[in-house]
């Protein structure tokens, strides 16, 4: 076992082969320790359904073996991050959120598939879901960042950039989805503008901590669990993102020096959402860590 005075990534790695999902473990071992893709796509297979769809509580809030949209958006992210967003597993993957879009042609979160299987409490169930940027910002964003041409993308495209532009009242994930869509969209001059409006409605509605010393200054979002706040690298996860003009470097700085020491006495990160269920917590940290891992390296920070 990694000890105390253990790098942050070396004990990371212990954290991960405790606790994590095999999926996660590839993902680790292809991030940090040489590893193929091959493996973490293997991994993936897992959870993929017949129409297209993942599901199978690839994404830990949504239990049951049923496609979504939400697990399916994890999914992709995960095959961007190993370079295989491509080809026909994402005209699959297209095919399938075609057939589960809204008459907008856009993604809901949450299909009324998921009935009779456990799922969070906080991600509601109804039979006919509108179509909402949470769920659809972050694959349109992806698939334009990759040069996927799909049909399914151009009513996609049009239902984010109107739903972005009328943002006016909003809450840290919903940012977060925007920040996804707007990185990936191929107007970027557009997006450069709208970008700048939205970092303008973060500070003001103070939807970002900008010193984690003074955290309990900053407002919890209506129905987040206590102490569920976004930093600036929670919608800078990278340099390169249009979101990191929002923050000075000092308050950058000082939000990474804050997810750093954030890192738990057993090597992992810590969930900030709302926990209903064992099995949702156990799965979600060795998430977390990844995220804070990447996020760092990212950024520049050493993690050795």
Known sequence: MAGTGASPLKRAEQFIWLTARV???????????????????????????????YGHALEPD???????????????????SIGRCSGLRVERICRFLTDVSTKEGALPALLPS???????????IVDDPPAQ???????????????????????ATDFCWAAVDSLEKSH?????????????????????????????????????VLDPERRAEYPVAAGYAPGEQHFPYDYARTPESLARRWFTDEELERSLDHL??????????PV???????????EGRPLVTLKALLTLRAHGRSLH
């Open 23 to 53: 999926l996660e473990q590839r993902r680790f071992a292809h991030h940090f320790l040489g590893g193929g893709a091959d493996a973490v796509e293997t991994a993936l297979a897992a959870y993929l359904n017949e129409d297209g769809g």
């Open 272 to 282: 900030n959402w709302r926990q209903w269920a064992p099995g949702t917590a156990l």
């Open 114 to 124: 998921q009935r009779g299987y456990p799922a969070a409490p906080f991600i509601p």
């Open 62 to 80: 949504l239990r049951g073996p049923v496609s979504q949209p939400l697990h399916t958006a994890h999914a992709l992210s995960v095959l961007d």
């Open 172 to 208: 840290p994930y919903e940012i977060a989805a925007a920040v996804a869509f707007l990185d990936g969209a191929p107007d970027q001059a557009r997006a450069e503008a709208t970008a700048d409006r939205l970092g303008r409605l973060v500070r003001e509605q103070r939807l970002a």
């Open 133 to 155: 940027l949470l769920a659809t910002g972050p694959v349109v964003g992806l698939l334009h960042r990759n040069a996927v041409w799909h049909a399914w993308l151009f009513r």
């Open 260 to 269: 750093a020491a954030e890192q738990q006495a057993d090597g992992g990160w």
